[in-house]
Every structure is written in structure tokens, then in C-alpha cells.
């Protein structure tokens, strides 16, 4: 038996003593007012201003900027009391919170203030009714928490630190293997001065216009705007499904591109037929150009930030810019051998099959895993009332 399921079995059924937020911690503060001297924006301690401001937000969203003087000197988790309501984590010690925030300083004779991060994880707090939703001091006070012996608490702790450290390490090479994907992907692609055959995408494609009615499309097959995802990662199901009038066809091997606000990067190959809508450009390779181009090879040198640049250049419109259509069908594309197209595909397909699917599904079934042994290290049996 492994030492978590060991865990599991020592704290059931007999549970564990309860206590409120307001009795393991030292203290429970509110955010206050920004002190007398600061420095907002600042991103890095200077020897002028050492200490961090906080605020209400997410990860590094929250930090305010720095200032002379702290009004916590120990560790804490800090809770967001508006807007993000809920949201915690940990501050290291030595810090000012200031508005919307709730400070806990645990106990650590006993509570450890890992473990009460955790612990908050399974632990809903209810804010105000009524308006924007918000947290007071003596709401959290009263929260009722599970307390375990501290070496229990500790040995809790490493167990879960062990899954968000692998998935801190997993998503930290999601992000590198991104920016290689990038790279060998402009770099491959780059044909600047190499003797090959250049074209304007209008020689080689062009726009369908054939089309397929409403009741022959499902959350599958429908492509809006809004499914296609950003960042070159292709489409979702779609929440939303036409159910009247006729819609621009697309086919399998098309190239499909959101027309709105093309800085998003929204590309995606078809992998079926189906059909879409004038936010939508779909491209096909034309009859000439068949066998002289492979789809894939097409779609990557469209995915390239060579091809959104200049999208983004010609792109009209104010807070919803729309892809110019016809310059579009201008951007070249270089056209090489068929035998340098097809060692194109074959590295950039590793890096996509990479980044898009064995990367993302690892994360995912850690995350799973994670929530798994969460729910029953920290999932205590409440007190009887």
C-alpha cells in the first residue's frame, strides 16, 4: 500500500478536529490603504522601495508595486475579497495588502501555511449577496477547516507539492517546446535568398464559394470564429449551431482562418467537411497547383507569424478589425520540391503532434490525478453538529 492511500485509511473514520480560520490563525486582515510611500508598476525590489504591494488578482496580476515599509512580517495566504473572489495563494513574508484583499497569518504551532493553501482549495467560502460578490474579515473568520496533526500535515503537503511541482515542470516545457515549434517553424520556412519558387497565395488558392445547408452541419462540423482557437491551435465543438439558411462549404484539406481580429492567430486545417460563415476565410488549393503543393506544407506556412504580420497590416477596423480579403490571396508563399515540402511536414509535424496533443493530454491526466489525491488527502469528514 502506498504511503497516500496509508494517509487516506489513518484520517477515516474517525476524522479530525475543526477549527474556524479565526482560531488557526494569528491573524485576519483586510487590505487597507496604499502607504505613504510607493512606487506603482514597479516589477523588482530596489533598495528604496524592498517590500510588495498587493492586491486583489491572480498570480503576478495582483502586485501593486513596491514600498518602504510592510505591514505583514510573516508568511500568508492571501485571499482575493472582490472581483477574482476567492482566488489565494501564498505571500512570502514581509509584504502590504491593500484593498480587496484578506490576509490569513496561520498559526504554525497549528496550521502550516502550505498546508492552508491546500486546504482552502476544498473549502468554499461564500461572499455577499446582492451586487458584486465580496468577502469580509468576519465571513472568513467563521470558516470552519479540517486540522490535522502537523506531521500529517506536512507529510499532505509534500505529496501535493510533488504534482504541482511536475505540472510547474510539465507546463514549463509545453512553453519551451512552443517557442522551438515557433522557430524551426520560420526558420524552415524562411526561403529568403534559396533559389526557390515564390507565389501570391491567389495563384495557388482561392476563396470557395460553393455551398451547405444548415441542417447538415452539428457542433462538429461548424466552424465560427468563435470555436476556432487562438494561437495556431486549431478548433473546438461549437457551442453554437446554425439551424436555418445556407453556409460557406469547407472540405477536408481546406485552410481555414478567422477573419476577425487576426492578431488571435486563429488557423485550422479540416480534417472533414462542413461549413462556416463570412467571419470565416476558407482557402483551397486550386486544380493547378494540386500536386504541387501538400496541404499540410500550405497550412504551416500560413500558420507562420511571417503570414499574421501581414495580415495584421492590411487588417481594417477599429475595436473588431477584420483580415483584408484580397490582400490575403497577395501574401507569397515560396513553393519548394515536393521532397523539401514533405521533410517540411515531417519535423513540424512532431513538434505540432507535440505541443498540441501528447504535451497538453500529459498535463491534463496529471491535473486529473492531482484533483484525485487532492479530494481524498483533503476531503475530511465534517464535524458532527
Request: aromatic share 10%; with cysteine; hydrophobic share 35%.
Amino acid at each position: 500500500m502506498s504511503r497516500i492511500e496509508q494517509l487516506i485509511k489513518e484520517l477515516r473514520p474517525d476524522g479530525v478536529e475543526w477549527k474556524t480560520l479565526g482560531e488557526v490563525c494569528l491573524s485576519v486582515n483586510a487590505g487597507g490603504d496604499l502607504p505613504e510611500n510607493y512606487k506603482k508598476g514597479q516589477i523588482l525590489p530596489t533598495t528604496e522601495f524592498p517590500y510588495p504591494i498587493y492586491s486583489n488578482g491572480c498570480d503576478n496580476n495582483a502586485l501593486y508595486g513596491f514600498t518602504d515599509k510592510y505591514k505583514i512580517d510573516s508568511d500568508a495566504v492571501t485571499i482575493s475579497a472582490r472581483g477574482t473572489i476567492g482566488y489565494h495563494n501564498i505571500r512570502e513574508a514581509k509584504f502590504t495588502p491593500i484593498v480587496r484583499l484578506i490576509s490569513l497569518v496561520p498559526n504554525k504551532e497549528l496550521i502550516t501555511t502550505k498546508f492552508l493553501n491546500y486546504i482552502l482549495d476544498m473549502t468554499p467560502i461564500g461572499g455577499t449577496n446582492g451586487g458584486i460578490p465580496q468577502l469580509t474579515v468576519p465571513t472568513v473568520k467563521k470558516v470552519p477547516i479540517p486540522i490535522p496533526p502537523l506531521p500529517i500535515q506536512q507529510e499532505i503537503v509534500n505529496i501535493l507539492d510533488k504534482f504541482t511541482a511536475l505540472d510547474t515542470s510539465l507546463q514549463a516545457e509545453l512553453e519551451a517546446r512552443k517557442k522551438q515549434y515557433e522557430h524551426y517553424r520560420n526558420q524552415l520556412l524562411n526561403f529568403e535568398g534559396k533559389g526557390v519558387e515564390w507565389k501570391q497565395l491567389g495563384e495557388i488558392a482561392y476563396y470557395p464559394n460553393s455551398r451547405i445547408s444548415a441542417s447538415e452541419v452539428n457542433e462538429t462540423n461548424y466552424v465560427g470564429v468563435e470555436n476556432l482557437l487562438q494561437n495556431k491551435q486549431g478548433k473546438s465543438l461549437s457551442n453554437y449551431v446554425p439551424t436555418g439558411g445556407n453556409l460557406i462549404e469547407y472540405k477536408t484539406h481546406d485552410i481555414l482562418i478567422g477573419n476577425i481580429r487576426p492578431y488571435l492567430k486563429k488557423i485550422w486545417m479540416a480534417t472533414n467537411n462542413g461549413g462556416t460563415n463570412g467571419d470565416v476565410v476558407v482557402i483551397r488549393i486550386n486544380s493547378v497547383f494540386y500536386l504541387r503543393i501538400i496541404p499540410k506544407y500550405l497550412h504551416f506556412a500560413l500558420s507562420s507569424d511571417i503570414f499574421f504580420d501581414y495580415n495584421n497590416q492590411f487588417a481594417k477596423g477599429g475595436k473588431m478589425p477584420r483580415g483584408d480579403k484580397n490582400a490575403i490571396l497577395k501574401f507569397k508563399i515560396p513553393i519548394p520540391p515536393l521532397a523539401e515540402q514533405e521533410r517540411i511536414v515531417g519535423i513540424l509535424d512532431k513538434f505540432d503532434k507535440l505541443v498540441n496533443t501528447e504535451l497538453p493530454a500529459e498535463i491534463a491526466a496529471r491535473r486529473k490525478q492531482y484533483e484525485y489525491y487532492r479530494e481524498k488527502l483533503l476531503n475530511f469528514d465534517p464535524p458532527n453538529n
